[in-house]
């Protein structure tokens, strides 16, 4: 069964300096990996992708995140955070090699950055 | 490009009244859910559609809720009679086959509020 966990609820960080928000995955095989922000009264907003090739992903408004499969991981980064990051983050993943299983999303983090 | 497009945006409604969300998914996307979202969570699929074909409504709540995807494009999903803890956002989302990863694309939500 696949699973995503985000093990901080909330995340603060100032403005300016870099932000991590974390996400560690079970996939029975190769994962198909997301990230999707929420802000407040909207949908979730596509960010970015893990589908294959380089490790490092780079995605929407100066975010990236880095695959690293020994590790089950695919944490969310930015070098230079802004108050208008803050929002609700969401991993999502799913089996790239099980068309028939359905994304599954994390439970979410808040991310404030203070000015 | 249009996104998904979902009405009605906010609803109130008393219990045991029924209630019923409309999405139209982006144009050419063979793959469309409905997700149920509770306040600070993360979504939670009620149903996935293949063209017109419901591959997955497990977990659906048969009794009260339904849905319809009408020759493959646009989709309604009802509530009848609807309860105080239906209250939560309703997202529709959208997707093509083997594009991209499938990455999954949402509409702005229907806020219900259940009285």
């Known amino acids: 069964a696949q699973s995503v966990a985000q093990p901080e609820d909330q995340v603060n960080v100032a403005e300016g300096n870099p932000l991590t928000v974390k996400c560690t995955y079970s996939?029975?095989?190769?994962?198909?990996l997301f990230w999707y922000v929420q802000y407040p009264n909207r949908g979730l907003q596509f960010l970015l992708k893990y589908i294959t090739g380089d490790n490092l992903v780079k995605g929407s408004y100066g975010f990236e995140a880095e695959f690293n499969k020994s590790q089950t991981s695919f944490h969310l980064k930015k070098p230079s955070a802004l108050v208008s990051d803050s929002a609700l983050y969401f991993c999502a993943v799913r089996d790239k090699g099980n068309y028939g299983q359905n994304f599954v999303f994390g439970p979410g983090t808040r991310l404030s950055v203070l000015p | 490009e249009a996104g998904v497009v979902q009405s009605p945006r906010y609803k109130i409604i008393e219990k045991k009244q029924p209630v019923a969300f409309w999405c139209n998914p982006i144009s050419g996307h063979n793959t469309l859910y409905w997700y149920l979202q509770n306040l600070g969570q993360g979504p939670e699929l009620l149903i996935r559609y293949e063209n017109e074909e419901a591959v997955d409504d497990s977990q659906l709540p048969k009794d009260r809720f339904s849905a319809e995807r009408l020759k493959g494009v646009d989709s309604t999903l009802k509530i009848q009679p609807a309860e105080l803890g239906d209250s939560a956002v309703y997202l529709c989302?959208?997707?093509?086959f083997g594009q991209g990863g499938d990455t999954i694309y949402f509409g702005e939500g229907s806020w219900l509020t259940v009285v």
């Open positions: 996939v029975s095989g190769n994962p198909y």
């Open positions: 989302a959208s997707s093509l």
